[in-house]
Antibody, heavy 113, light 107 residues
Framework: QVQLKESGPGLVQPSRTLSLTCTVSGFSLTSYGVSWVRQPPGKGLEWIAAIWSGGSTDYNSALKSRLSISRDTSKSQVLLKMNSLQTEDTAMYFC???????WGQGVMVTVSS | DIQMTQSPSSLPASLGDRVTITCRASQDIGNYLRWFQQKPGKSPRLMIY???NLAAGVPSRFSGSRSGSDYSLTINSLESEDMAIYYC?????????FGSGTKLEIK
């Protein structure tokens, strides 16, 4: 069945770079796109970035300069990198298959020294 | 960027009530509108796609509609399991944008 699972460091120091991995199963990354969505504690959802089935990418306008999304189809993984982390980046980070019909359970990222 | 203005932010309601949540798009998004339900500690769940289509496994008491740039999610005969936060999402163009959420709670 379709599954997505996020993984990442949990705690990151301010100004450092965050690397998150979304490992998928039950579908091919060359057939479906994947998006990253985040949710600060007690707040709403924010779309961050997407990589399409053909490999093209799109980014949140406000975060674009700090983001990079890529994929490794051989490993069925989508990778998200965000640099210059700030405390405001503390959030639950989800990956979701486009068209948002399947989501991962999320990974909590805390930015703190 | 397209802005999605969602209202109300909080909606107290009683079991058995009929409730409606609305999102207004700042630009034309056609029917590229989805609705999600999120319960505490859980991932969002797709409820409605294409503005009016029920996602797989979603109870028929949920429905979506559109009037111009206003998109609505209606729940008929509210049940306790429907208490959650609901979000709309426009996916007509990138960057994708969510509404701010509506917390549905028992009155």
């Amino acid at each position: 069945q379709v599954q997505l699972k996020e993984s990442g460091p949990g705690l990151v120091q301010p100004s450092r770079t965050l690397s998150l991995t979304c490992t998928v199963s039950g579908f091919s990354l060359t057939s479906y796109g994947v998006s990253w969505v985040r949710q600060p504690p007690g707040k709403g959802l924010e779309w961050i970035a997407a990589i399409w089935s053909g490999g093209s990418t799109d980014y949140n306008s406000a975060l674009k300069s700090r983001l990079s999304i890529s994929r490794d189809t051989s490993k069925s993984q989508v990778l998200l990198k965000m640099n210059s982390l700030q405390t405001e980046d503390t959030a639950m980070y989800f990956c979701a298959r486009r068209p948002f019909d399947y989501w991962g359970q999320g990974v909590m990222v805390t930015v703190s020294s | 960027d397209i802005q999605m203005t969602q209202s109300p932010s909080s909606l107290p309601a009683s079991l058995g009530d009929r409730v409606t949540i609305t999102c207004r798009a700042s630009q034309d998004i056609g029917n590229y509108l989805r609705w999600f339900q999120q319960k505490p500690g859980k991932s969002p769940r797709l409820m409605i796609y294409g503005a009016t289509n029920l996602a797989a496994g979603v109870p028929s008491r949920f429905s979506g509609s559109r009037s111009g740039s206003d998109y609505s999610l209606t729940i008929n005969s509210l049940e306790s399991e429907d208490m959650a936060i609901y979000y709309c999402l426009q996916h007509n163009e990138y960057p994708l944008t969510f509404g701010s959420g509506t917390k549905l709670e028992i009155k």
